[in-house]
């Protein structure tokens, strides 16, 4: 199954479930705290009107009846103000008709009774509720019954209203909401600098392995904490398998060349020296044997090096050492080559590849060549990750449908000239294993122009 990165990084997800978490939390927290400031103001509001009932008994306590004539002069004029929300109510409960005493405030309303709502008493005996009072606000209610003996059975009820209570609770969950929403920028800001710096050793292992993909260091070095070092190691395991792997490839492929190479040169010796046709075939079919088996062999060992780790290689020096190479052999011809590379351009890729492609290229171009062969760079899109190098000769060049011809195996338009007909398709094959292409276009110069596309680092 091929690799495919997960839409979200690894410090996404984490920072976004430590977001998640951090804010059910805090909502979580300010629900919990909210409700119990609730109860804790609801209390507080509650004892303030109880204070009034107490007074209120006390006053119905009383034994003398002048005295209990002056029920309700609890000492808070808001009692007398009419419909000013505060107000209280004595009913008997043991007469014929029910006897209402309330204060000024109500007008001659009436308060509900709690007695008669499925409402019980607290562990004081008192009921508490909100109601709609006489002009539609909502009030906080306390009402007890008594028994004062002969005088009969009453329930004292007071009521204010809730407005104040809910001013306050609302007050409280505003400070409370700025507060955590402070809090969670605050906890994400940490979380933020939590995963930067949990995740900063991630972030030093790819940059390590990067380096050594690019061929900058060998293996993975640095230090990493206890998570990650097992990792490390693996990964340090896992290189050297690879070098060792490829080191052991190019030694059998070595044996294997040596070992046919010696059948086919005494192939080739003793059908020099013998008389009739078949000398002439054995020698024909033995140095194709032998190209190949060359070809064939290139061919593994590409195949082997293409997995490489590290491999990295200067292009300039290779190439300047190719074209005196070939400039020598062609000296008595009398050609010129030259290049325009830039030093510091490179090849993500092994050295014997690139010389391998370059060398059949600047092969073809010295062999065709009237007096002129140039290597140039063709700039590449910025952060393509490519290079291309222009291989061009000023020789009778390739007609437009002939073009394609030449890149298949073998294929040969001149069999007048030494060679396989096996450089350009072993090119190509190189090319395609290294993730580049190879194509051959007509020349400034008037010749043929091969198009080498390679990765680059």
């Known amino acids: 199954m091929p690799f495919r990165p997960h839409r979200y990084s690894l410090g996404a997800r984490l920072f976004v479930s430590a977001a998640v978490c951090c804010a059910l939390v805090l909502v979580l927290a300010g629900a919990g705290l909210t409700t119990f400031y609730r109860r804790s103001a609801e209390r507080g509001f509650d004892e303030r009107l109880s204070v009034y009932i107490k007074e209120l008994i006390a006053d119905l306590a009383a034994p003398p009846e002048t005295e209990r004539q002056a029920i309700g002069d609890l000492g808070e004029p808001r009692f007398d103000l009419p419909l000013s ?120 292992l790819r940059s390590a392995v990067g380096m050594v993909r690019t061929g900058e260091t060998p293996r993975i070095v640095g230090q990493y904490p206890p998570d990650l070092a097992p990792l490390a190691g693996e990964l340090n395991l896992l290189i050297d398998a690879n070098h060792e792997i490829l080191d052991r490839a190019r030694t059998q492929v070595g044996n294997l060349a040596h070992a046919l190479k010696t059948p086919l040169s005494v192939m080739l010796n003793e059908a020099e020296i013998g008389d009739g046709n078949l000398p002439q075939t054995v020698k024909a079919q033995a140095a194709v044997m032998r190209d190949q088996v060359q070809y064939y062999l290139d ?9 490489a780790l590290g491999g990295v290689t200067e292009v300039v020096p290779s190439l300047e050492a190719l074209i005196r190479t070939f400039a020598k052999i062609s000296q008595g011809r009398g050609i010129a080559g030259s290049h325009s590379v830039s030093t510091g351009v490179r090849f993500r890729g092994d050295r014997q590849d690139f010389e391998e492609m370059l060398g059949n290229l600047l092969d073809n171009a010295f062999k065709w060549a009237e007096s002129t062969v140039a290597v140039s760079l063709d700039p590449a899109p910025a952060g393509s990750g490519r290079i291309v190098l222009l291989i061009d000769d000023d020789g009778p060049g390739l007609p437009d449908d002939a073009r394609a011809d030449m890149l298949k195996r073998g294929r040969r338009l001149d069999e007048g000239t030494p060679g396989s007909g096996l450089g350009l398709s072993i090119v190509v094959d190189l090319a395609k294993l290294h993730g580049g292409a190879l194509s051959l276009e007509r020349s400034p110069l008037g010749g043929l122009r091969a198009r080498l596309t390679l990765p680059s680092v």
């Not at 061919?299 to 997995?307: K, M």
Request: aromatic share 6%; hydrophobic share 45%.
């Open 85 to 204: 929300g505060w107000y209280w109510q004595i009913i008997r409960l043991d007469g014929e008709r029910p006897t209402i005493r309330a204060s000024r405030s109500l007008v001659g309303g009436q308060l509900p009774k709690l007695l008669d709502q499925p409402i019980l008493p607290n562990a004081r005996g008192i009921r508490e509720s909100y109601i709609s009072g006489p002009d539609d606000r909502s009030l906080r209610i306390l009402e007890r019954e008594i028994d004062v003996g002969e005088d009969g059975r009453f329930t004292v009820a007071v009521a204010a209203p809730s407005d104040e209570l809910d001013a306050d609770i609302r007050e409280f969950r505003f400070a409370l909401t700025m507060t955590f929403v402070l809090l969670g920028l605050a906890l994400v800001a940490s979380t933020i600098v939590q995963v930067r710096f949990g995740l900063r050793p991630l972030a030093r």
């Open 299 to 307: 061919r593994a060992r590409a195949a082997a090096l293409s997995g």
